[in-house]
């Protein structure tokens, strides 16, 4: 996505003076300002900043149990490192969800948040965002290699190398941000809206060549993960199929057949649901890069800003909710997981209700 039109009127106040007629009339095409600012209000502060609240808890609570488990395991050291980011993600988003309050601005203050949210929260959002969708398809394509080659995974995909690859994919990303950071800045400027000098953003004459470089950047790295992770599931899950219907085939123990097909079953729900929740989540965003350049009025500044503003707040909507319920995913397909949580919370296996110490043990002999 173009982080110059994504993270709203950071170039309105720019060109306040030429908009000055246009907001008067209340409109700016298809959608007003008035229903743009009920979209902001409805998606980023309320509902979103409640997701987000209580997702970041649940981050929390979730590398504490990872941190429990140790580092011995690479699938561990996977899953610590996309709870990491799903923390700083919904942190920025929080922060965004506050800069971008319509009612922010009737605050007697010299900041101008809507621009100031743009190096502090929103690039830096769409940052951790990335790095959640590079890591998911890594963590994909490692189960993927689990299943081709069950017997070599440990020597192919050690957690000495797993850690070295997630360092690597947060600083490809992190690096990608040094173009913006170098051509934007904060400075005082006069701003017509409210007749004062305030600060905003400021940027400097090579800001055009960084933006496209940002842009590409993001575009690529957003991309690839998304159908890499497509890509790497389908794969594992025709491999899951197969190889229940081979076990079928050669076994006459159907207890074991019974057993092993559940394994299977839940196996492939695990990575049902983690692709889902990329498809579903992340789709918008990639949608939204795909149109930005077909459709120049789409933007910012363009004719449609108040839809194009409207409609990502559905998108920075999705990125909540896809940071926030992974702790729901891994208590239900986790038996190790679930057995830390309680372990976490001193809670022992007597004071569990019956029925889910039951569930419990009997997950842990399938796994």
């Not at 000055?20 to 298809?30: A, C, P, R, Y």
């Amino acid at each position: 996505m173009d982080e110059r039109v994504v993270f709203n009127h950071t170039v309105l106040s720019e060109d306040a003076d030429s908009d000055n007629s246009t907001i008067l009339d209340g409109q700016h095409g298809l959608l007003s300002y008035s229903a743009r600012d009920v979209f902001i209000i409805v998606n980023h502060v309320i509902i979103s900043s409640a997701i987000g609240l209580f997702g970041i808890v649940a981050n929390v609570i979730n590398m504490c149990v990872f941190r429990l488990q140790g580092w011995k395991s690479s699938t561990n050291i996977s899953f610590f490192a996309l709870t990491l980011c799903d923390l700083f993600s919904l942190i920025f988003l929080e922060w965004m969800n506050v800069c971008l309050n319509p009612f922010i601005e009737n605050i007697d203050s010299v900041i101008i948040f809507k621009e100031i949210q743009f190096l502090t929260a929103g690039i830096l959002h769409v940052c951790t965002a990335r790095i959640t969708s590079c890591v998911t398809a890594y963590i994909t394509a490692e189960r993927c290699l689990s299943i081709v080659f069950p017997l070599k995974i440990k020597q192919l995909v050690t957690p000495r190398r797993a850690a070295t690859i997630m360092v690597i994919i947060y600083s490809v990303n992190i690096a990608t941000l040094i173009p913006e950071y170098a051509a934007a800045y904060f400075d005082w400027k006069f701003y017509p809206p409210k007749n004062k000098t305030m600060i905003g953003l400021q940027f400097r004459s090579y800001k055009t060549l960084a933006e496209s470089l940002l842009f590409i950047f993001h575009a690529a790295l957003a991309v690839f993960s998304f159908v890499a992770t497509i890509v790497f599931t389908g794969i594992l899950v025709l491999k899951l199929k197969l190889s229940a219907q081979f076990r079928k085939s050669t076994t006459f123990d159907s207890e074991q057949i019974e057993m092993k097909t559940a394994r299977d079953k839940r196996t492939m729900t695990m990575v049902i649901l983690v692709a889902t929740n990329l498809i579903i989540f992340y789709f918008p965003t990639v949608a939204f890069c795909i149109v930005l350049p077909v459709v120049p009025e789409f933007s910012i500044i363009g004719r449609e800003s108040n839809l194009f503003e409207a409609v990502w707040s559905f998108a920075f909507l999705c990125h909540s909710i896809n940071s926030s319920i992974n702790i729901f995913v891994y208590l239900k397909m986790s038996s190790k997981f679930k057995n830390n949580f309680w372990k976490l919370f001193s809670v022992s296996a007597n004071d569990k209700p019956a029925e889910l110490v039951r569930k419990t043990n009997k997950e842990t002999q399938k796994l």
